[in-house]
């Protein structure tokens, strides 16, 4: 892992992020977008330079997100956690409907 090729990952995968869905880009945190380009370093993805160089300049909110590294705890698994169920009252029975009246 080196942290250049994450900060190259992480400015490509931001740029695409911003432009690649049109009129409403989606666009997640940057401390996510940086986890992915750290993913994909593992994986062996390179960023080279001449590609690098080919990537439009980001706007500068993104390059100092970019630059930024901020620390995210892990995420939590919705299976470890216990929520407590506790019954405050049993509902009442429901009416018996009534007879129908005989008609004399």
């Given amino acids: ?9 992480t400015k490509a995968l931001a740029f695409t ?19 992915w380009a750290t993913q994909l370093d593992a994986c ?4 080279t330079d001449d590609m690098a160089a080919e ?6 909110w993104m390059q100092a997100a970019v630059s930024e590294r901020i620390e995210v705890g892990d995420p939590i698994d ?8 506790a019954r405050v009252a049993k509902a009442p029975k429901l009416p018996k409907k009534p007879k129908p009246k005989k008609k004399a």
């Fill in 17 to 35: 992020f911003a432009t690649a869905s049109g009129e409403n880009p989606y666009m997640p945190a940057m401390a996510q977008i940086e986890r």
């Fill in 1 to 9: 892992m080196t942290a250049e090729n994450i900060e190259k990952l």
């Fill in 44 to 47: 062996g993805v390179r960023q």
């Fill in 78 to 85: 919705p299976a470890a956690v216990e929520v407590p169920v």
């Fill in 55 to 60: 990537i439009p300049v980001l706007p500068q």
